[in-house]
């Protein structure tokens, strides 16, 4: 496939959608979902039960989305409806965002009902999304593009999540009652900002595959499924692929789970409120130059280098910090070490994977990307609730719990990396 032709809007507006996603991504799923969940929707409760329920949430959700990949992607290449379909999700992603300010206190599982559906809008729309980066950048520009699409993501969230912890702690200027309200009101302003910050792709991006005249008929669906599995075939005859596919899985797993869980493992070890959101605001903040230094590292060093250096990064935050973090000082030491290779780590993962596939079949592969990424946190999350609940059971206190659940995503990362190196292998392999 020819690389396209250089498009500065269409580049700018592809990464305005990281923009508009990313706040789902930061003041949602990592702050402040998390943080009402545990002492809003769930007060009263022993912190290892709280634990396993946001866990079990995030599983379920997750299971729902790889369900939905695969045939997302296969789809969008056969109706040639990219666009169309990601606004859908991106649509009732904002929406649900929005909604979770209605749900009343102590409805756990309204809220984790409402979560699910924002989470599945936000994950399936980034499958289209993820797949038109072939459409904006040519294939020696992926790496740089891919991760200034994440570093404009964590600057444009960290800047909306600044003015919602603001709303959060000082509720009284913004003219709000309570700081309940200021969460309540930073659900809504999530939505807004993911909607105002999408118009751009619609308006710019060109998706270069798509067809004259297509249509939602019995004979797209039809081609979705062969489609699904003739890229089935294709993947498992390319060992360089499907071994990526697994070692992603388990360590985009380890990050997912780490981002979705870390505000619960400092609430479950008595760290205030404010010392998390000062934490998280200060992670995204690093995350944006460390985000271009990846890959600028990449195009120096290769993405695959970069790729299990962050890996090796990860497993030491992890392990380290499930040992030794007794504070609000503690917390954001190895929050701001795990920022470094977050960025990164996930865009090269992404630009990666576009070389090894075929650019005319991008979106339906990267159902699978989706597929092996979602999928995956179905164990994350699981895991870490499911350690937590039966430590506490047999017997230890609640901050070992919490803090023996959080070191068994340490596992995730070993396993990921020492795929991630066979999959290398066996892509020279093929090569020579």
């Not at 909306?160 to 003219?175: E, G, I, Q, R, W």
């Amino acid at each position: 496939m020819r690389d396209p032709p250089s498009n500065r809007k269409a580049v700018i507006s592809w990464c305005l959608y990281d923009v508009a996603n990313s706040a789902f991504a930061l003041t949602v799923m990592t702050a402040f979902f998390p943080l009402f969940f545990k002492q809003f929707w769930c007060t009263g409760v022993d912190s290892s039960v709280s634990t396993f329920r946001l866990g079990m949430g995030n599983t379920c959700a997750a299971l729902c989305i790889a369900l939905l990949s695969p045939w997302l992607g296969a789809l969008a290449d056969a109706g040639r409806k990219r666009k169309q379909i990601l606004f859908f999700f991106m649509a009732v992603g904002a929406a649900a965002s929005g909604l979770l300010a209605a749900v009343p206190h102590g409805a756990w599982a309204g809220a984790l009902g409402v979560f699910t559906v924002a989470s599945i809008g936000f994950s399936c729309a980034n499958l289209f999304y993820d797949s038109l980066l072939a459409c904006v950048a040519a294939r020696n520009r992926m790496d740089f593009l891919s991760s200034a699409g994440y570093a404009a993501g964590y600057l444009g969230s960290a800047a909306l999540f600044m003015v919602n912890s603001f709303m959060a702690s000082k509720p009284a200027l913004f003219h709000l009652a309570s700081g309940v309200q200021g969460v309540r009101a930073s659900f809504v302003s999530v939505a807004v900002w993911w909607f105002a910050f999408s118009i751009p792709l619609f308006l710019y991006v060109n998706d270069r595959d798509k067809s004259e005249g297509g249509s939602w008929s019995g004979e797209v669906y039809r081609n979705a499924v062969k489609q699904l599995r003739a890229t089935i075939r294709e993947i498992r005859s390319a060992p360089a692929v499907w071994l990526f596919l697994l070692a992603f899985w388990l360590y985009i797993d380890g990050v997912s789970t780490v981002i979705r869980m870390a505000a619960d493992f400092g609430l479950s070890l008595g760290l205030s409120t404010p010392d998390l959101l000062r934490a998280l605001v200060v992670v995204n903040l690093v995350a944006v130059p460390s985000s271009l230094l990846f890959g600028l590292a990449a195009q120096r060093f290769g993405s695959y280098a970069t790729v299990l250096a962050g890996i090796i990064v990860y497993i030491a935050v992890i392990l380290c910090g499930s040992l030794f973090v007794n504070s609000g000082g503690h917390f954001m030491f190895f929050a701001v070490v795990s920022a470094v290779p977050l960025g990164g780590l996930l865009a090269l993962s992404r630009s990666h994977f576009t070389r090894l596939i075929p650019g005319e079949k991008s979106a339906e592969y990267f159902g699978f990307y989706n597929l092996t990424g979602k999928f995956a946190v179905i164990v994350g999350p699981g895991m870490v609730g499911l350690v937590t609940l039966l430590s506490r059971t047999f017997g230890a206190g609640a901050h070992a719990a919490s803090r023996s659940g959080f070191a068994s995503i340490a596992v995730l990362f070993a396993a990921g990396g020492i795929l991630f190196v066979v999959a290398h292998k066996a892509g020279r392999r093929e090569r020579a």
